[in-house]
């Protein structure tokens, strides 16, 4: 089993930053991809953006230049820096690993953190 702790969310002005961490205990292997998803109002959720063990990354078109994701393998945590946001950056942010080798969502999801900016 696999829990994920996020934390690092809040209220921010449009322009502004915030960073994102994950922490995951439990069995976690280089080969999992983890990522952050997010999910607004109204909307389905969306990837952000996920990285693999060894640091191969994948972002979503919308956040290309502006959000860096990272990981720590030692401390098993997936960190999330948000850099320039915006108001449609507003969203839940959920972590996400995927026990299998492939990337897109698997199995093990955070309890969510509020990201919220304003104009």
């Known amino acids: 089993q696999v829990q994920l702790v996020e934390s690092g969310g809040g209220l921010v002005q449009a322009g502004g930053s915030l960073r994102l961490s994950c922490a995951a205990s439990g069995r976690v292997f280089l080969f999992n991809v983890m990522g952050w998803y997010r999910q607004a109002p109204g909307k389905q959720r969306e990837l952000v953006a996920a990285i693999t063990g060894v640091g191969s990354t994948d972002y979503a078109d919308s956040v290309k230049g502006r959000f860096t994701i990272s990981r720590d393998n030692a401390k098993k945590t997936v960190y999330l820096q948000m850099n320039s946001l915006n108001p449609e950056d507003t969203a839940v942010y959920y972590c996400?690993?995927?026990?299998?080798?492939?990337w897109g969502p698997g199995s093990y999801w955070g309890q969510g953190t509020q990201v919220t900016v304003s104009s």
């Open positions: 996400n690993l995927n026990e299998g080798t492939t």
